[in-house]
């Protein structure tokens, strides 16, 4: 990526930034990759902000959801579901109906756009984020530390 178009986007964010109090570039950009955006021409920096932040929901939306309700998913989700423990399932539970509402007001900010809103999601979901990204951490922290206990699949030995 030029470095220009770069220079250029963190110019326009910075307006965007004052104007609606929005998060630092870089700390959106760690956790969401805003730069792309970048590459992008547009009139609406602000919406194609969003759309990555909707990205990386969506995508651990549908994560979350092939654990807690696993049909028709890749084998190793099921090693995943038999090592968990009620705990970690209400856990996971409270980061899937967060990730739920966020997924509803991001439909609705498609359908109309307006620049406050997509400014206020961004504001109020990067620090949801931040809370979600704690509990996804410890829960893949415990996944590694139980990824290798033996599992029963099928009366047949299974090393997850």
């Known amino acids: ?4 178009k770069l220079k250029e986007l963190k110019k326009d964010y910075v307006k965007l930034q004052k104007k609606y109090n929005l998060p630092d570039f870089e700390k959106l950009n760690q956790d969401f990759y805003i730069e792309k955006t970048a ?5 609406y920096l602000i919406r194609e902000i969003r759309k990555f932040m909707a990205d990386k929901f969506s995508n651990y939306l549908r994560f979350i959801e092939a654990i807690l309700n696993p049909i028709n998913v890749p084998m190793f989700i099921f090693s995943i579901v038999k ?5 970690e399932k209400e856990k996971l539970s ?4 967060k990730l739920v509402k966020t997924e509803v007001t991001l439909i609705e900010l498609d359908i109309q ?4 809103k997509e400014a206020k999601f961004i504001k109020e979901y990067y620090k949801i984020w931040q809370e979600i990204k704690k509990d996804i951490l410890s829960f893949i922290g415990t996944l590694k530390k139980n990824w290798g206990n033996k599992i029963k699949v099928n009366d047949k030995d299974y090393f997850g």
């Open 83 to 87: 090592s968990m423990d009620t705990k």
């Open 113 to 116: 756009f307006s620049e406050e």
């Open 39 to 43: 590459e992008i021409e547009t009139d």
């Open 94 to 97: 409270k980061v899937y109906e």
């Open 1 to 4: 990526m030029e470095k220009s």
